[in-house]
């Protein structure tokens, strides 16, 4: 007499077996919960361009700035202190810092981004770590000691603070803008290269927008850098926010030294600012990650 099988076990309902593994028929109960895998893929949030960041950090320097006004305009300040900051010198001193931080930071990008664009093409890729090596000299020298090199060989003006301020500034925007690039999937550049784009157009719409975030970054590195930087602008005879402070150390007069401190910290703030919101600004959707 032969054995009988046993019976199979009891399936839930909806889960079926073919060919012995069994699966879930998802229409066959529309009350089931949906796999993980059907679930979004846990992420960071995206980076939106939010009330608090728009308003917090203007309204803080905001206070700040009012406080040091009211504070300077009731302060005993003798003759010397008046004549530093008196006649419109601190609007002109903070006009001519902004002034070096926009032309320097326009140079940077104008040199380092098509360089390094440059260092990651084909036959110019291997000149990347002198490049590279080169810019770190310039950045690994004092700001002082540079400037005062260039002063000895360019000669005293806002001229030669600029050109310090680009050598100091332009490693950030190139060693960021070859990273982005270098790090993009190159089966992306392929299936570009594959759908028929010229190397000009998969350069401007596939690889440019994916390296932007790092690009930027490396921009919003480089503005801060070059408002500290312009400080030193004043020993090449370039200006700045610059003079207030050297003025005031000089004359022993604190009230314009923390005039200018304060002044620098809170420009500093400022452009970090306005420059983390066009970071986000112009990062493209989908690449907006913490």
């Known amino acids: 007499m032969t054995p009988r099988s046993p019976a199979p ?3 839930p309902p909806g889960e079926h077996e073919v060919k012995g593994h069994a699966f879930r028929d998802e229409l066959s109960d529309p009350l089931a919960e949906p796999e993980e895998a059907a679930s ?9 361009i939010t009330w608090r960041k728009l308003v917090l950090l203007p309204t803080v320097v905001a206070v700040v700035l009012v406080l040091t006004y009211f504070w300077i305009t009731n302060v005993h300040l003798d003759a010397i202190a008046r004549n530093s900051i008196d006649n419109g010198n601190v609007r002109l001193r903070v006009w001519q810092h902004v002034k070096l931080t926009a032309i320097s930071t326009f140079w940077v990008l104008i040199i380092a981004i ?28 004092p700001a002082i000691g540079l400037l005062a090199l260039l ?17 100091y500034a332009v490693l950030p925007v190139l060693s960021n803008t070859v990273a982005g690039l270098k790090a993009i999937d190159p089966q992306l550049v392929e299936a570009a290269r594959g759908i028929g784009m010229s190397a000009p157009g998969t350069l401007g719409k596939v690889e440019l ?9 490396g921009v919003r590195t480089a ?10 602008a004043t020993f090449g005879g370039g200006g700045g926010l610059g003079d207030l402070i050297t003025s005031g150390i000089q004359t022993q007069r604190m009230p314009v030294l923390v005039l200018g401190s304060i002044l ?3 420009l500093a703030l400022l452009v970090d600012w306005l ?3 066009a970071e986000l600004a112009l990062t493209p959707r989908g690449l907006e990650v913490e």
Request: charged share 10%.
């Open 40 to 48: 979004p893929a846990p992420g960071r949030p995206a980076r939106r």
């Open 209 to 217: 927008p994916l390296a932007v975030p790092l690009i930027l970054a």
């Open 223 to 232: 503005l801060v850098l070059n408002v500290g930087t312009a400080t030193l």
């Open 9 to 11: 076990a009891e399936r």
């Open 275 to 277: 420059a983390s919101l």
């Open 264 to 266: 620098t910290v809170a």
């Open 114 to 141: 098509p360089l390094g664009i440059a260092l990651t093409r084909r036959g110019v890729s291997r000149a990347a770590p002198l490049v590279t090596a080169i810019a770190n000299i310039g950045q690994a020298t």
């Open 151 to 167: 002063v000895i060989w360019l000669g005293i003006g806002p001229g030669t603070a600029i050109v310090g301020m680009v050598i």
